[in-house]
């Protein structure tokens, strides 16, 4: 009879096998390769900070051979980048909508390099987040922090769990603390939006702004709740807010019904879904409260 | 249902890993291979001397160094005991990325430390040349050098030779096998030879000073005796302990070409020494 401990690692060494053959290698900077993951038929999708370069990217594929692959679009925002590649039989796990991970269950992070191919590194979800916003200023559903340990090779690298899902791709490059898995929620929405635009794209006011107290003799004339407001310290030639007549000075306080008190509170205003709505936005000017009508414009690449 | 966990493994393991010492200090780990004394460990842990083994029960013993190849690190020792617990040696050519494994020894000065992780990867290391390693997450030190790393059995995959880039790096448990499986008890050419400087046409030079010819050997039927000095292999001066061995190395039946100096150190000698021939053929 087998032991359960055993049992386990013939289970991990099967599971390696299984992925593997939707591994990659990638060779977009010096020295280090970085791993993808065949995310739909002749789509990789790996780590944007392990990219480089643009062109002349390689994979080195399951046989061992190598293979040229072009770069279909990249997010920096989510750390995601997508390549096509020829030369792949067409992937067997999908890359579909898993149930969200639990923290606490093992995780397997699957890279390959062109030296020792398939690798693998063993650990637990130590966290599952809510909908987070990176430092690069993109978007993910949720994060999934990761206890393995990640090579230099193994970000852009499969995250699977013992029952066989692939959760997402691993990267070293949105945390400095922990290895992070992009779930597969947010890859399938990035790769989406790449794959029809190249980019994702990115909602865009074209003002530079700084916190400020609002004194209290102010906040009780106007009326406002706000403790605090954002003042607008510089003004974008030609972008949405100056065509809406924002001025040097303005204090928003709020922001299509947002309550702006925080740089924080905009960054919503940066996700692709609003690019071309109109919002209202209610400013401090001179002492009085004014409303301005902002066309919600898209980030110049 | 009974579940072993590690806890089990290690006991096991550790009850047949040793320590290898050099007077009091300890230089590593060492695996007890059969009953009757056999241990294996690095070459880089076995190069001093005298040697001594520390095993689990507290005994020592005196180590004499039966073979050794500096190419793949390995050596194999010899204690004057018996009865002692050898590992389970596994095939390391079925060991599979992802599996669990183990590692023991002797980090640190601890004694019988474990330590746990999975097969990262199999194969070449950049940088590392083109010998194959299995590469492990598991967390070694030095001290760990020469021990045991295990599958989720208790088999023994691979001996721990080095760190790198954050892995723990084995020789392969079959490379083992071949070490322990060739005629260890009398190298390929059947001398036994120590390192000397000598003068040949006006330089310094590396020799192998034969100590003792092994009877049947390679060297013997070539008529190479004790005395004799090995300076140049194939028309090569030996520059490194290794040329010789790597010479010798690389298998099947051949003829060596072997430079030596004997008595008369102003002149050069060459004896062709036939390698690979079983015993039985030489008359």
Known sequence: MQSALASLSNDLAKLVEEFQADVVAVHARPHYPSSGVQWRPGIIVTADHTLRQEEDIQVTLPSGKRASATLAGRDAGTDIALLKVEGLAPPAQRGGEAEPAQAGELALVLGRSPDSGPNASLGVISAVSGPWRTWRGGRLEHYIRLDATLFPNSSGGAVIDCRGRLLGIAT??????????????????????????????????????????????????LPVPNQNGIMVVSVEAAGPAERAGVLLGDVFVSLADTSLEHIEDLQSFSDSGVIGKQVTAKIIRAGALRELAITVGERPR | MRVEGFGQVADQLRRSTVQVGLGGRGLGSG?????????????????????????????????????????????????PTTHLTPVTMANSDDVRVGELV?????????????????????????????????????QLAPGNSGGPLADARGRVIGVNTLVAGGLGLAVPANAVARLLAGDFAQAPLGVVVQPASVRVEGAERLGLAIIEVVEGGAAEFASLRAGDVLVGVDGRPLRTLDDLEG?????????????????????????????????AAVA
């Open chain 1, 172 to 221: 070293s490059g949105l945390s400095r603390i922990a290895g992070l898995a992009i779930p597969a929620s947010s890859v399938n929405r990035v790769a989406d939006a790449l794959l029809e635009k190249g980019r994702v794209p990115r909602g865009y006011l074209g003002i530079g702004v700084q916190p400020v107290l609002i004194p209290d003799a102010l906040r009780t004339k």
């Open chain 2, 31 to 79: 695996i007890i291979v059969d009953q009757d004394g056999a241990i294996v460990t690095n070459a880089h842990v076995a190069g001093h001397a005298p040697l001594s083994v520390h095993l689990w029960d507290g005994s020592s013993f005196p180590a004499r160094v039966q073979a050794r190849s500096t190419r793949r690190d390995l050596a194999v020792l010899r204690i």
């Open chain 2, 102 to 138: 183990i590692a023991v020894g002797n980090p640190f000065g601890f004694v019988g430390a474990v330590t746990t992780g999975i097969v990262h990867a199999i194969g070449r290391r950049p940088g590392l040349g083109p010998t194959r390693w299995i590469q492990a997450d598991v």
């Open chain 2, 247 to 279: 010479a010798l190395e690389s298998g099947g039946e051949r003829v060596l070409r072997l430079q030596f100096l004997r008595d008369d150190p102003s002149r050069l000698r060459t004896v062709s020494v036939r390698l690979g021939v079983p015993q």
